[in-house]
Each structure stands twice: as C-alpha cells, then as structure tokens.
C-alpha cells in the first residue's frame, strides 16, 4: 500500500476522504478496508473492492458522539487478496469537536438562529408558545464536513434524528432555547406539566400521565396549560372548581391521570400497584369498555373503536358497581353502537350474553343471532338515544360477575 493521503487531523462529523495505490504482482487484490477507532472500540468502517491494481479513493465516517472529548483516534487500512494475506497501515488521527458559529432549530416551517453563547454552547431566544418541538441542524465546518442533526430518541436528544425534541416553558412568551453540543444538555424541557406541584411524565408529545392516591374530593391543581378551559372534563371523574383546578370525583384509590394534549382531555383509569386494574373474583378492581360507537371526548373525534389502548375505564362506585356517563350525539352514538365489557384493559375475559343482562328497552345484548356477537351492545330496532341527553351506564356485579346487570338511566 501506498498511502496518497496525509492522515493528520479532522473533525468529528467530517467525511475523511484517503486515496491508496494498491497493488499485488502475484496475487489478484480483493479488497482495502478502512477502520475507525476510538480507544478499542471500533466506530466506522468502508470497504472498497480492488480488482486490480491502481490508486483507489474511498471516504470513512467520522462519527459524531455526546461527550466525546477531542483526542486521537486510530485509523487502519487493510489490504486483503484473494488469498486472504494481509497487509495493515496504521495512522494516529487528531480529532476535535467543532466549534459552530451558530445552529438553527427547525420547528416546521419556523426556523431559528441559535447563535454562540460559549464554546459548544448555543441558544435562541424568541417569542415562542409554551410548546417547541424542534429538532436541532448544525452546519458544514470544512471541506470535509457535513450538515448534523440532533432529534429526539428514546426519551434524549441523538445525533443524526430528525424526530422533534419536546422543548416546553411554563409560560408562552419570550424565553430561550439552549443546546450544548459535547453534552446535548437543552433546555427548557417539560417541568411545566403538573399537578399539585407533581411533575407529569412524559409518554409521547401529545400524552403526559401521573400516577396517585387520590381521596374523593381531592383538589387537583394543573401547572403549564395554557388553554386549560378549552379542555373537555370527564364529569365521571371530575369536576371543575376555578381555573386550573379539578376536584376528583370518584372514590378514593390508586389512579393515573393522562393528559391527552391533542384532543384536550384527561383520560383517568383505575390502577393497582401501579397497574391497570382487573376485574377481581370478588367483583373489585376495575371494567373496561372497548368497541365501536363510544369514545372521549368525542365519538367523532376519538372513538375507542377495537383499539385496547384506548379502553375507557368505568368509575368503580364501590359496591362492586361500575359507571360510565355519555350524551348522545357526543360521547356515544346515538343510534349505532357495537361495544363491550372487559374485566382488563387488553383482550381476555369479557361479558357476555350469559354472564350479562339488562333492563333496558333500549339498549340491547347480542348474542350472536341478533345482529351482535355475545356481549356486545347494541340499540333496539326502532329506538335512539336521544341527542344531546345524558345516559348513565351501570354495571352491577353484587350477585356476582357471572350475574351482572346493566342499567342505562337517562338523566
């Protein structure tokens, strides 16, 4: 091997071109390869084909990491012919983190300047609502760098993701967004969503939960919405008191609270030892809705349809009774439904037509002859809810879960 390339310093982030004539006279070549370290690890590689011999180009990665400190790397070149001999070249590699002049956080169409505040460290500062998702772009530095990205991977900001970093303020206004690129420390993030001073955790960008021992009665205050009285109040659940603050409604347990950002409504549901609730042989713990027709806030909106991670938990009154409150036309369909009962949040045991009557001269129980599988609700021919009104759905197991009895009440 003959090295054409001066391997002396880069960039973490460059794109190191090398050229090498290569040649074997008495055995045909087969390939150069090319190896990245840091320390022993090994961290990029590139295989060029050498079919004959002559000067081959090839270009190797050099990776760009979260507190990596500038040092030397090791690059090696392996010659191999098809008779598997080797012939190996090693280089010691300066490597430093760039320092950018400035970034720019893309927020959809939006984007912003994040200039230099400090070595590696960057910010923007604007008129930005409670809630930025953006994703981080640094530019070229050199001839052979390349445009990076820092996005948002598994509850961190990751080189080279485009998925949006959930930046969050307690208040929309004028604040700054920071970003240090050796330790990807940003801010500000989600401490603004809580309740009665509780951080919520984040399970997605548009869903937030907290688990607690909740009382009946309770005073729930909510930190960091913005639009809280835009937000649909389960009344199963809740009930309002003043701005920001919800009294819980329901007897008292271990429950969690998911805030769901993109319809505007805190979904609630029963847990025991941090889990959802099952439905127990002595007829405590939780029962589950899910099927088509019935959906919070809205039907239209988001209906739970066969989706168990959507299955509604009804309000465990006590006494082994269960409850769930909808209007017509709003929260259930008004003459169309097709849902059930589960004794857990997921498939598994149900009720049906055997272990489920009712009293209602409108809604019926299939039993898989009369228009519905066993189990499933459906409404009499002939007869609707009536829009706008208000229906109370009761499951009572006190003569036992195999005995249970549904009421539907119009309020």
């Not at 919405?225 to 809740?238: K, N």
């Not at 509604?312 to 006494?319: A, D, H, K, S, T």
Request: charged share 20%; with cysteine.
């Amino acid at each position: 091997m003959d090295t054409k390339t001066e391997f002396s310093k880069a960039l973490f982030g460059d794109s190191l071109i090398f050229t090498v004539n290569v040649s074997d006279q008495e055995v045909p070549l087969s390939t150069l390869k090319a190896h990245l370290y840091y320390g022993e690890e090994l961290v990029s590689e590139t295989v060029i084909r050498t079919k004959t011999n002559g000067d081959y180009t090839g270009k190797i990665y050099i990776p760009y990491y979260a507190d990596i400190p500038n040092g030397t790397a090791t690059l090696k070149l392996v010659l191999q012919n098809i008779h598997f001999t080797l012939t190996e070249q090693t280089y010691d590699l300066s490597l430093e983190r760039p320092d950018y002049p400035y970034l720019t956080l893309v927020a959809g169409e939006e984007t912003y300047r994040m200039e230099r505040t400090d070595l590696y460290t960057y910010a923007a500062t604007a008129n930005f609502p409670i809630k930025v998702n953006a994703y981080i772009q640094a530019p070229k530095v050199g001839e052979a760098g390349n445009e990076l990205t820092f996005g948002w991977e598994d509850n961190a900001i990751k080189e080279g993701s485009l998925t949006n970093i959930p930046f969050s303020n307690r208040s929309a206004g004028q604040y700054s967004i920071t970003f240090n690129s050796l330790t990807y420390e940003a801010a500000p993030f989600i401490i603004a969503y809580a309740i009665n001073e509780t951080v919520m955790q984040r399970i997605d960008d548009n869903h937030y939960k907290l688990d607690m021992n909740l009382t009946n009665g309770q005073e729930l205050a909510f930190e960091g919405i913005s639009d809280f009285a835009d937000w649909w109040i389960d009344p199963d659940y809740l009930t309002k008191v003043s701005d920001n603050t919800l009294k819980f409604a329901a007897p008292d347990g271990q429950y969690r609270i998911i805030a769901n950002f993109q319809y505007k409504y805190f979904a609630v549901e029963k847990l025991v030892n941090g889990e959802p609730a099952k439905l127990q042989a002595d007829g405590s713990g939780a029962v589950w809705i899910i099927g088509e027709g019935i959906g919070k806030p809205s039907v239209s909106t988001n209906a739970v349809g066969w989706d168990t991670g959507k299955a509604l938990c009804m309000v465990p009154l006590g006494n082994k009774k269960y409850q769930i409150t909808v209007v017509a036309g709003t929260t259930v369909n008004a003459d169309n439904i097709n849902f059930k009962f589960f004794h857990q949040k997921d498939w598994g045991d149900e009720f049906n037509n055997t272990s489920l009557s009712t009293t209602s001269d409108v809604i019926f129980i299939g039993d898989g002859k009369n228009g519905r599988d066993p189990g499933n609700l459906g409404i009499v021919e002939g007869k609707k809810l009536e829009n706008g009104a208000t229906y109370v759905f009761t499951i009572d197991l006190s003569e036992g879960n195999n005995k249970a009895i549904l009421t539907v009440v119009k309020q």
